[in-house]
């Protein structure tokens, strides 16, 4: 799937297949022509990337081919067992979560699932977990507490699912008592925002020591969209709302709202998923090695701090 941002990229390359296809058919040599359009390309990927506005980042951070949670775990760990339940109302699909090995290291993964077709979303019901999601997810998080693990959480949702039944059972309070105890984990957590970090949806897993953006996501309170229907009553002013709301990866870091962005393949995640998937695994080692060196005090200590500082007061 190509979006409008990269038609340029791809129109140079469909030449350069066809000039490959020429050259084989014909067996003249066009190798320094080959070599000029290839250069070309890299050079307009570049640029193109690097200059990416904030809404077409958000459109990366969708993007149908783009890892998910599950394609993450399983790349990290070959020894991951799912955990279901939150012991009260149901499994929720949304929420995945259980143990894995990353090195021989045990660590409990959660985080949201999105599907890739018509029938794999509804069953992931979009990635908008139901309060019996964020409950079974402190349930793993308590579980990991028990046994000594680390948390690694992988944030990608459109936001905590909206509906009747889900404020019914509590959805709003699910979400403020996992912000509640995450903070008071005695085990090391990491979470990394992979895909889409909206409203309070991606909050209820996303208090932890270190907390990471991939370069092509995004972490706010509403969507562009959404943000847009309330100020402009349409959807047609996304890339304002966008801009306006400065939720980018970079935009984030500035505020210091997040500890650090972790460098996706150029093109995205999805153009590369084995370098990209290689890539988060050498930064979650590294940043448990760091996090496992502080004692349990004085970690919670610093991740009560930190969130603390966050925002601006006016008197």
């Not at 081919?65 to 949304?94: C, M, Q, W």
Request: hydrophobic residues 40%.
């Amino acid at each position: 799937m190509l979006l409008d941002f990269e038609q340029p990229i791809a129109s140079l390359e469909g030449k350069l297949a066809e000039m490959k296809k020429l050259a084989a058919e014909s067996q003249v040599d066009v190798s320094e022509a080959v070599q000029a359009l290839e250069d070309k390309i890299k050079t307009l990927k570049k640029e193109t990337y690097a200059n990416l506005t904030r809404w077409q980042r958000v459109q990366l951070s969708r993007h149908v081919e783009r890892p998910y949670t599950l394609d993450y775990i399983n790349g990290l760990s070959s020894s991951f067992i799912e955990l279901h339940g939150d012991r009260n109302v149901r499994d929720d699909k949304a929420m995945v979560g259980g143990f894995g090995e990353i090195d021989g290291r045990t660590v409990m993964f959660i985080g949201q699932q999105k599907g890739r077709n018509t029938k794999e979303r509804q069953y992931r019901n979009f990635g908008m977990a139901n309060p019996e999601g964020y409950r079974k997810a402190l349930r793993l998080m308590k579980l990991a507490e028990k046994f000594n693990k680390p948390i690694v959480t992988l944030i990608d949702t459109p936001g905590a699912f909206p509906g009747l039944e889900a404020e019914e059972r509590g959805q709003g309070e699910a979400i403020a008592r996992n912000l509640k105890e995450m903070f008071m984990l005695k085990v090391p957590v990491i979470c990394i925002v992979i895909g889409e970090g909206a409203s309070g949806g991606a909050l209820g897993i996303g208090i932890g020591d270190r907390v990471y953006m991939l370069e092509n996501t995004w972490y706010s309170v509403i969507s562009p969209e959404s943000c847009s229907s309330i100020l402009w009553r349409s959807w047609n002013y996304k890339e304002q709302a966008a801009e306006a709301l400065k939720l980018t990866a970079k935009d984030m870091l500035g505020n210091k709202l997040v500890d650090g962005i972790i460098k996706e393949p150029l093109g995205g995640a999805h153009v590369n998923p084995e370098k990209m998937i290689r890539t988060l695994k050498k930064k979650i080692l590294s940043t448990l090695e760091e996090l496992e060196a502080i004692p349990a005090e004085e970690r919670i200590m610093q991740r009560i701090e930190k969130f603390g500082q966050m925002g601006v007061v006016a008197e």
